[in-house]
């Protein structure tokens, strides 16, 4: 059982950044793959980034590729996201998520443990 909390959200204007952050319960955390995930209101819920186990790979939707970077310390079971950049149509609740496999995948149904989320908002 893995448990997830995030954090870091906030109101940011555009062009300015947020770092979320997730903090993840468990002796096997450093064996999970890490996804961001967020929601807009009125819309489904959307990939956003992934990570594997090591960090060694990332994956990113287009949407945010070259803006957001995900990053992991396996050390302080932590998961980040850094968004730069940042757009209006960004504005969502981001979603932390964990894979009790180690390769990245951006399918939702591919993620065990969500989070609760944390609203971003970027004002125009």
């Known amino acids: 059982q893995v448990q997830v909390v995030e954090s870091g959200g906030g109101v940011v204007q555009a062009g300015g950044s947020l770092r979320l952050s997730c903090a993840a319960s468990?002796?096997?955390?450093?064996?999970?793959?890490m996804g961001w995930f967020r929601q807009a209101t009125g819309k489904e819920r959307e990939f956003v980034a992934a990570?594997?186990?090591?960090?060694?790979?990332?994956y990113y939707a287009d949407s945010v590729k070259g803006r957001f970077t995900i990053s992991r310390d396996n050390a302080k079971n932590t998961v980040y996201l850094q968004m730069n950049s940042l757009k209006p149509e960004d504005t969502a609740v981001y979603y932390c998520?964990?894979?009790?496999?180690?390769?990245?995948?951006?399918?939702?149904?591919?993620?065990?443990?969500w989070g609760q989320g944390t609203q971003v908002t970027v004002s125009s």
């Open positions: 998520a964990a894979r009790p496999w180690g390769e990245v995948t951006p399918q939702i149904t591919g993620y065990v443990y």
């Open positions: 468990g002796r096997t955390f450093s064996s999970y793959a």
């Open positions: 990570i594997s186990w090591s960090g060694g790979s990332t």
